[in-house]
Every structure is written in C-alpha cells, then in structure tokens.
C-alpha cells in the first residue's frame, strides 16, 4: 500500500465482510505530540479470544469469512515503520475496533493522502452501509456522517455522483493544506496513546 | 469544521425527483470493483474513481457500481465484473484508468465486452 488512506480503505472493506451495518472512522493527528491515529470501529460480528490472537498472522486466512489475511499484518507493518503500533479490540457479538498509531513525522510514516477519495470509495461500493466519518488533523475538523445525508436525501441513491462530489469536496482543503510532514516535529518524542 | 450542507443535498434531492433509485434493481449494467487487499494494492480504488468519474461526466442513469472481496486470483489484480443486461457476465484483470475507461464506453456503455482484456467469458459471477 502506497499511502494511509489505502490501508484505510482495505481495513473498512474487512468490517464490511464481518457484516458491519455500521463503520465508525476517527483519524487524529496532533503533530505538537507527534502522533497520527486511525481507529475504525464495526458493529460487526466481532471475533473470538482465538481469532484475535491470530488475526495479525499473515498466513492465517480463512477465505469463507474473509475477515483475516494481509490486510491488518500490512497495516501493523506500516506502523511499526513508523515507530507505532496497532491495537485491535474485539468481541464475538459486539464489533471490532482497530487502532493505528503513527510517530507522524517519522521519516517512514506513510502519507495519509487521499481520505476522502477512499471514503466516496466505500460508500459507492457498500451504499447499504453507514459510515460516521470524523477527522481532526491539527484542528482541521471535518466530521461526515452517512446516515445524516441519507435522511436528507430521503431514498436518492447516496451514490448518486453529485452527492459524491459533495463528499469529496469536504476533504479538498485539507489535501491541499497536508502535503506531508511539518519540518522540526520531536524526533524523539513519545507517542502518547 | 468542515461539513456537507443540507442545503446542498436538499439541492440535489430536489433536481432527482421523479428518478428512480438504481438500487432498487432497475438498473441496466452493473460494475462490481474487486476490492480485496490485494485489489487494493494492485490500484483497484484508481479503477473505482476513474468509473465514478466516467459514471459521473456521462450522466448515466442505468449502471450501478459497487465492491467486493478478493476473487482469489489476486496476481490478476485489478479486477472487474461487468454485467450488462442481456449479456453474460465478463471479468476483466490487469485493470488501469486506460483499459477501464475502454471498457466503460464498448461493454458498459455500448454493450460489446473488451475481450482483449477479459480473462475468460461465459461462465463468471460476482463474489
């Protein structure tokens, strides 16, 4: 995966594969405490003692549920480059929630890049699913929440083009404003959980 | 805080009435985006944007674009299942902006499956 936002997109397709009738996205990035988080939270069916323990093994797959394979080991990988981590909770039953955590300005953290490219992704993909969307980046907000915009659309196809560019259009500031990392960030400064 | 403005879908709630929602299985062509990991990795989100954006410019009211799971043959990766009414399904591999768009217009749109790209024909479904 090139950038952030295509691992996000990968880990969001999994909940919707543990049949997630809703996703909750939440990305924080604080660069004054050097530390980018990313947790998506599902309402899906959750895994057991057993699965968890083995659902960053790369070579643990069960292709009828779909719900393990490279997806998470690639995004552990990403953020232990970055000198993070990824913490995974979850219950049979009562959902899942992923947590990435990146040391932001560490030279091989990954961009977060196009964020709102991947959410009109998931949404034209899974339009039967709700995604609640909230983002601080540096006190940059921008919050989005499906199950609002389908009320007001009142049975229009959220996938409807024009509504998709409205979503997107939320997130063109903010691409313009992150080209990347700010310069003379802690080296050396503790992630915070 | 950057938020969409109810104004703005009210807008187009308003400039759709009377469509018929696509969901419902009226729809004439469906596109379905494999978007497992490797899909992913392979560029499979580029595949979905360029069809959005085609869907988009085209105005087309009768093709349905949606995702799903790894189809198992993720070196071939990206992939796509087009179905057009009428027509046996057709999975196509080795997916870019260039070979999609070709197919959006012949199959898609014009209803004449890109065999060049396709991996086999007759015989496909959707995961």
């Known amino acids: 995966m090139e950038d952030l936002s295509l691992h996000l997109l990968d880990i969001v397709e999994n909940t919707t594969a543990a049949g997630a009738t809703l996703v909750e996205i939440y990305v924080r990035q604080d660069s004054e405490k050097n530390r980018l988080s990313i947790t998506v939270r599902d309402n899906g069916r959750g895994m057991d003692l057993d699965m968890l323990a083995r659902v960053r093994d790369p070579f643990t797959t069960t292709r009828t549920t779909r719900r393990v394979g490279l997806g998470i080991p690639l995004l552990e990988q990403a953020c232990h480059e970055a000198e993070g981590h990824l913490d995974i909770m979850s219950e049979p039953g009562s959902g899942t929630e992923v947590t990435a955590i990146f040391r932001v300005n560490h030279i091989d953290c990954k961009p977060l890049a196009d964020i709102g490219l991947t959410l009109v992704t998931l949404i034209a993909g899974n339009p039967d699913i709700d995604f609640k969307y909230e983002s601080n980046i540096d006190g940059d907000k921008i919050t989005m929440d499906t199950r609002e915009i389908k009320t007001e659309l009142d049975g229009i196809d959220i996938a409807d083009p024009e509504v998709l560019a409205l979503i997107r259009n939320l997130f063109q500031k903010r691409r313009v404003n992150s080209s990347r990392h700010t310069a003379g960030g802690q080296i050396n400064g503790e992630i915070e959980d | ?127």
């Open chain 2, 1 to 127: 805080m950057a938020k969409l403005k109810i104004e703005d879908l009210r807008r187009i709630k308003e400039s759709k009435k009377g469509t018929v929602n696509l969901r419902e299985g009226v729809y004439r062509a469906k596109v379905t985006v494999h978007m497992g990991t490797c899909g992913i990795a392979a560029g499979a989100r580029t595949v979905m944007n360029t069809l959005m954006t085609a869907i988009g410019e085209k105005k087309t009211d009768d093709v349905i674009l949606t995702s799903s799971g790894c189809a198992g043959l993720c070196s071939q990766e990206p992939m796509m299942t087009v179905e057009v009414e009428g027509l046996s399904p057709v999975k196509y591999v080795y997916l870019d902006e260039e070979k999609t768009m070709k197919i959006f217009r012949e199959h898609v749109i014009g209803g004449k499956p890109v065999a060049e790209y396709a991996i086999t024909m007759g015989s496909e479904t959707t995961y």
